[in-house]
């Protein structure tokens, strides 16, 4: 009931009544089976045993491996500990294993902070166009379920777990609503279309402009920054418009890069280091993009083509990063971390893991700019050389963004029912 699930959350920022109207009718849809319904709870089992390296690995090994049930024989060898997976008829089983397979190239939570790219969406068009919407209803409603186990996570500080229930209050309801209402157009639209179209309702959602390509990429940063109030919209803005024009430009080309039709990085644990950075006074999230733009640069500048030419994203790891920037105490110390940074190329050019060297750590906790200034004055010439040079490439022509190629779709409305695009004006946005 409304009342039980809203009854442990904040007065005044409670999901209202509609939403929870909009998010049954949304999940539900036509209504659900008990055979899909248990597909479900297996699914959302399995997927959380999956995440146990021991238990995925089925021999009390550590391991990277997949949710268990993609080990064909150790299900039969672990009858009473998944008995509800032995219980599943022959097609369920086969959906819920697809949609395994699926969850394992597309997170949902990725998507809605803005944080994973459009070419991520395609497997999950292609489990759609292989297996149907019934199979497609499935894996909608255990979006939402993954989404609840996230949102349910354990405090540090009480070491209790926090309901789901308490924490899918209306900012976060209206943001999986979204989020589902987007990729339910898939094999209407393309998974371009899909993801763009989700950047254009939380655009509208926020009252925020999504007409040109640079108004795309400032919605996709407030995204991955997870902004909800005025207050942290107009740090995102302050941060975007104080940022050198050519580098602003660089940063928008990474925003609107898809992994369709150019390669696109795919920064895992983005939104965490931008959090960290705002939350960090010596850091602050204008560094934290010029720094981010020099990562870019120097990804760019390497080598790093997949293997699979079909395969344009380059996923690449920003954990270390990360704790980094919620350590340092010296904003000159984390300005000039690029310089001691190392990059090793993994899993056959797909993936990257950037790892702060030792001559970082050791200055994570100084205070003393003194030892560092030198770095940061021929940082700073480095960065004024490569501009000079890119405007005397560009002939001085200012920067200019690319737009993707959604003329005809961005001319369109997203309904309010979910149930595509209406009208020929933007006059809603």
Same mark, same amino acid.
């Given at each position: 009931r409304y009342e039980d699930f809203v009854s442990e959350q904040v007065e005044g920022g409670s999901?209202?009544?509609?939403?929870?109207?909009?998010?049954?009718?949304?999940?539900?849809?036509?209504g659900l089976t008990e055979n899909l319904l248990h597909?479900? %709870?297996?699914? =959302?089992?399995?997927?959380?045993? +999956?995440?146990?390296?021991? *238990?995925?690995?089925?021999?009390?090994?550590?391991?990277?491996?997949?949710?268990?049930?993609?080990?064909?024989?150790?299900?039969?060898?672990?009858?009473?500990?998944?008995?509800?997976?032995?219980?599943?008829?022959?097609?369920?089983?086969?959906?819920?294993?697809?949609?395994?397979?699926?969850?394992?190239?597309?997170?949902?939570?990725?998507?809605?902070?803005g944080e994973n790219v459009p070419a991520?969406?395609?497997?999950?068009?292609?489990?759609?166009?292989?297996?149907?919407?019934?199979?497609?209803?499935?894996? %909608?409603?255990? =979006?939402?379920?993954?989404?609840? +186990?996230?949102?349910?996570? *354990?405090?540090?500080?009480?070491?209790?777990?926090?309901s789901a229930t308490n924490l899918i209050d209306e900012v976060n309801a209206r943001t999986i609503l979204l989020g589902i209402r987007s990729l339910k157009q898939l094999g209407v639209l393309s998974p371009r279309e899909c993801y763009w179209s989700y950047i254009c309702s939380y655009a509208r959602w926020l009252r925020l402009p999504a007409q040109t390509a640079e108004h795309y990429a400032f919605v996709r940063l407030v995204a991955l920054n997870r902004v909800t109030t005025n207050e942290e919209l107009e740090e995102v803005r302050s941060a975007w418009e104080t940022m050198y024009p050519d580098d602003r430009a660089d940063l928008a080309d990474f925003l609107l890069a898809d992994g369709i039709y150019q390669r696109a990085f795919h920064f895992v644990h983005l939104p965490l280091f931008f959090a960290r950075a705002r939350n960090n006074p010596a850091?602050?999230?204008?560094?934290?993009?010029?720094?981010?733009?020099?990562?870019?640069?120097?990804?760019?500048?390497?080598?790093?083509?997949?293997?699979?030419?079909?395969?344009?994203?380059?996923?690449?790891?920003?954990a270390d990063l990360a704790a980094f920037t919620h350590e340092?105490?010296?904003?000159?110390?984390?300005?000039?971390?690029?310089?001691?940074?190392?990059?090793?190329?993994?899993?056959?050019?797909?993936?990257?893991?950037?790892?702060?060297?030792?001559?970082?750590?050791?200055?994570?906790?100084?205070?003393?700019?003194?030892?560092?200034?030198?770095?940061?004055?021929?940082?700073g010439i480095r960065l004024l050389l490569r501009r000079q040079a890119r405007t005397d490439n560009e002939n001085n022509s200012p920067a200019c963004f690319v737009a993707p190629p959604l003329v005809d779709y961005r001319q369109r409305v997203w309904s309010s029912e979910g149930r595509g695009f209406t009208g020929p004006t933007m006059a809603h946005l």
């Open positions: 999901m209202t009544r509609q939403t929870w109207r909009d998010l049954r009718k949304l999940i539900i849809w036509d597909g479900m %709870l297996v699914f =959302l089992c399995v997927h959380s045993l +999956g995440t146990i390296r021991r *238990v995925a690995s089925g021999d009390g090994k550590e391991s990277r491996s997949r949710p268990i049930i993609y080990a064909g024989p150790t299900l039969s060898d672990l009858p009473t500990t998944m008995p509800s997976v032995q219980r599943l008829d022959p097609e369920m089983l086969r959906v819920v294993r697809k949609a395994l397979d699926v969850q394992h190239d597309f997170n949902f939570a990725q998507l809605l902070s991520n969406i395609i497997m999950l068009d292609s489990f759609i166009k292989q297996d149907g919407m019934e199979a497609f209803r499935f894996h %909608l409603c255990v =979006l939402f379920g993954l989404q609840c +186990g996230d949102y349910g996570k *354990v405090s540090k500080q009480s070491h209790c777990r926090v850091v602050g999230l204008l560094r934290a993009l010029v720094v981010l733009v020099e990562i870019i640069e120097v990804l760019s500048s390497t080598t790093i083509e997949p293997e699979d030419e079909n395969d344009r994203v380059v996923k690449v790891n920003l340092v105490k010296a904003s000159s110390v984390f300005s000039v971390c690029i310089e001691h940074v190392k990059m090793n190329v993994l899993d056959r050019q797909r993936r990257v893991q950037l790892t702060m060297t030792a001559k970082n750590w050791h200055r994570v906790l100084d205070t003393d700019a003194g030892d560092n200034q030198a770095l940061e004055v021929s940082r």
